[in-house]
């Protein structure tokens, strides 16, 4: 009796394990662990880099902030009272002395009266250095107010403030007191200027 059944290539079987026609073996399943560790690396540093991209933008609208409105801490604030709504007022006590340019004439000035005028207030006032107690200074603005202002004490004193416009005449006096023991000798005085005066 025949062997042919026990034959597999004469029954058409798979080659046997050991055959040279067997598959290769199956290929390993990936190295999850290393997959994880990989994700958990890409995770957390995907945070970092959100976290440095939110504060780079964070740094940078101040930044920008900054460079806007530090210029402006260094600048004089707006006055409180421009135009007239300063007339009458104190340039003192609502700001306005902070940017008064000032012309004092040189000459036939005994009591040094002084014009003082600030554009941003859009106002003047005069003022009195060098009188007594008793002389008076006094501002009339063509077209406008007039202030006037006496010493009561020491050797000075300034008016309220006159509003005026871009273009402007401004008539300005002292006058010596009456009261006894007044010492030296001069007469009322006046002085003219305008926008265009050499102001200092």
């Not at 958990?40 to 995907?46: E, F």
């Not at 009188?131 to 050797?155: K, L, W």
């Amino acid at each position: 009796m025949s062997n042919d059944v026990d034959d597999p290539e004469s029954t058409g079987g798979a080659p046997a394990p050991d055959s040279p026609d067997a598959p290769d073996d199956p290929p390993a399943a990936p190295d999850t662990d290393r997959l994880r560790a990989t994700g958990r690396w890409l995770r957390r540093h995907a945070r970092h880099a959100m976290v440095v991209g939110v504060v780079t933008a964070v740094v940078g609208a101040l930044a920008t902030v900054a460079a806007d409105q530090l210029p402006k801490l260094f600048e004089d604030p707006p006055p409180p009272c421009p135009g007239a709504g300063c007339d009458g007022k104190s340039p003192k006590s609502d700001g306005c002395a902070a940017d008064a340019v000032t012309w004092e004439p040189t000459e036939g000035n005994v009591a040094r009266i002084q014009l003082r005028y600030s554009k941003r207030c859009g106002a003047v006032w005069g003022r009195i250095v060098n009188g007594e107690p008793g002389d008076m200074v006094t501002i009339s603005v063509t077209d406008g107010s007039s202030r006037s202002a006496s010493i009561a004490t020491y050797h000075d004193v300034y008016t309220r403030m006159a509003t005026v416009g871009d273009t402007f005449r401004v008539r300005f006096c002292a006058e010596p007191g009456s009261y006894t023991g007044h010492t030296g000798t001069w007469v009322k005085y006046c002085f003219e200027a305008t926008e265009h005066t050499e102001w200092n």
